[in-house]
């Protein structure tokens, strides 16, 4: 069993629940042991645009904002993907701690170490 996991997430506001959804795996999987990857990307981008998520708040689960500050604060990494976050013209200066913009090579380099994968 692979000790890596990469969560590819292509919602935000768009799809709140799949958003949170995503979050709420990472969670489970980095708080299990796991070395995890959020990659962000399409329109899940805008998640790592500072404000984006606070009012964020799918019913029956926490909310997103937090979700996402408990998963970086347990050591899970967020990567965005450059092309998606350049095509939204977002500002790279703007990031909320912890996202680094990445390209498509980062992603599969992580993947070809054996880490399984989920899509939000």
């Given at each position: ?15 709140t629940?799949?958003?949170t ?9 980095v ?19 500072k ?24 050591g ?22 912890g996202?680094?913009?990445v ?8 993947l ?9």
């Amino acid at each position: 069993m692979t000790n890596k996991f990469l969560v590819s997430l292509t919602n935000g506001k768009n799809d709140t629940d799949r958003a949170t959804v995503g979050f709420v795996v990472a969670n489970a999987a980095v708080a299990s042991g796991k070395e995890v990857v959020v990659f962000l990307n399409i329109d899940g981008v805008y998640l790592a645009d500072k404000g984006y998520a606070d009012d964020v708040h799918e019913e029956g689960f926490a909310p997103l904002k937090g979700l996402m500050d408990q998963f970086v604060e347990a050591g899970g990494i967020i990567w965005v993907c450059s092309p998606c976050h350049k095509k939204r013209e977002l500002d790279e200066n703007n990031l909320i701690e912890g996202a680094t913009i990445v390209g498509g090579a980062k992603v599969v380099e992580f993947l070809s170490l054996g880490a399984a994968s989920i899509t939000y």
